[in-house]
């Protein structure tokens, strides 16, 4: 009877029984999970067979098999596992003499939850992600409960948790400037542990790195370089939150990089050495505060200047390191530095000064001294004289 089974009479009566079945299938999981015993590894766990107190023998099983972790059985048909480690989870079973199953229950062991170490990023003004790491080993599974108390008489926030990554997520948070709390809770069958962090968010503002770092050759110019990128995927792209990028660069195998600030791309950088591989790299940091952190280095890029192909380079002549930091793209002796310059000299002419006044006030001092002993040894002569003068 195919057509009697496609009828919708049919269909509705097989939808009604499923729909009708589905919360007697929910109320079997409770049962199934009390019949899951937590303790502690390390503990001593008993394990029931019966309520009531009859005293048979009984037998115990784990995982199926007769082969029992340490243990003792009291008079009642309780086991007592000792001191127990990993190894002592699973199923155990309790029948009677006569082979009948009594009682089931899973036993599974672990630790009560330790403190977090919790560290927050804040990628952009939009989005706050904090995770944690535990410091204890639980071996359970565990759920958390994370809320951001802001300022004193403001509603707290929920931080929203994803209990697989150990993270949670703030979306347009506030108080930027003020010292929060975020608070973690952490649960599972054995305890409960609450960590708090305190933070500061505009300290913790840390861009992701520029994106699409381009770095390359200025044709007819056999010393520079034309470094681009762009913005991080994750900061706004409007003209509100401007960026400050940091450029840094040296030619292949040099230990210091020569660095340039910049508030846009691109930049030419003009001290390039001709013939050579140059190694750069950019981060970026949120221009208006600098409390801020910079961001990560982008992955190092590879160029090499401009050259002349009529001309031809000793690539392997020993070059001199070319300035080592500079913080200007111009390459020239920069005022800043006359102006140190001068300021050094100032400096040796005071200390002379200061040196020859010291020297003679020394030499004055000595020369009257001097003079003063004299007239002592003098004065001393005459006495003797005058004692070993026959009276
Ligand atoms: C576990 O039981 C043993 C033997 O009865 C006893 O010596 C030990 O102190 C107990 N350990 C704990 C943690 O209760
Ligand atoms: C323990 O029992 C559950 C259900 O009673 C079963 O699914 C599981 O396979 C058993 N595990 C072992 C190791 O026997
Ligand atoms: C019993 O089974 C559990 C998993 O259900 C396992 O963790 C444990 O190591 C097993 N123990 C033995 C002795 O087989
Ligand atoms: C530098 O590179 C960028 C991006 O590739 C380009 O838009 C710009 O015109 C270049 N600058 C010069 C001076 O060639
Ligand atoms: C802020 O960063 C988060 C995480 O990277 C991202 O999902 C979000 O789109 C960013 N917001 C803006 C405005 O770029």
Redesign the pocket.
């Known amino acids: 009877m195919p057509g009697l089974l496609s009828s919708p009479v049919c269909l509705t009566v097989i939808w009604f029984l499923s729909w009708s079945l589905r919360p007697i299938r929910a109320q079997i999981q409770p049962d199934e999970v009390s019949g899951v015993q937590y303790a502690l590894l390390?503990?001593?766990v008993t394990l029931a067979c019966r309520k009531s107190q009859i005293r048979t023998p009984v037998v115990w099983h784990h995982n199926n098999s007769a082969v029992l972790p340490w243990h003792?059985v009291t008079s009642d048909g309780t086991l007592?596992l000792?001191?127990v480690d990993l190894s002592a989870q699973g199923n155990y079973s309790c029948y009677d003499n006569g082979g009948l199953l009594l009682h089931s229950v899973k036993l599974r062991l672990g630790h009560r939850p330790g403190s977090l170490s919790i560290s927050c990023q804040v990628p952009n003004h939009t989005h706050v992600r904090c995770s944690w790491v535990e410091s204890v080993k639980t071996f359970l599974p565990a759920q958390y409960n994370a809320i951001l108390l802001t300022v004193k008489g403001q509603e707290p926030r929920t931080c929203v948790v994803d209990v697989f990554q150990k993270h949670c997520d703030i979306v347009l948070p506030a108080y930027w400037s003020y010292i929060q709390t975020l608070s973690v809770q952490e649960t599972n069958a054995l305890g409960s542990e609450t960590t708090y962090a305190r933070m500061h968010l505009h300290k913790l503002l840390k861009p992701n790195p520029p994106q699409s770092v381009l770095v390359n050759e200025l044709e007819g110019f056999p010393k520079r370089l034309n470094i681009s990128w762009e913005l991080p995927s994750s900061w706004p792209q409007s003209l509100g939150y401007p960026l400050l990028f940091h450029i840094r660069y040296r030619p292949e195998g040099f230990v210091h990089w020569s660095k340039v600030l910049a508030e846009h791309s691109p930049v030419v950088i003009l001290d390039a050495l001709a013939g050579r591989f140059h190694e750069v790299q950019v981060c970026a940091r949120d221009e208006p505060d600098s409390e801020s952190l910079w961001s990560e280095w982008t992955a190092v890029s590879l160029c090499k200047p401009w050259e002349d192909p009529t001309e031809v380079f000793p690539t392997d002549d020993p070059f001199p390191e070319p300035q080592t930091s500079t913080t200007k793209t111009d390459p020239s002796v920069s005022p800043e530095d006359e102006g140190n310059l001068g300021l050094v000299i100032l400096l040796v002419l005071f200390s002379v000064v200061i040196l020859t006044t010291v020297l003679s006030l020394i030499f004055v001092v000595w020369v009257r001294q001097r003079r003063r002993n004299h007239v002592t040894k003098q004065q001393l002569s005459s006495m003797v004289k005058m004692k070993s003068m026959p009276i």
């Open positions: 390390e503990s001593n003792k007592v000792l001191h």
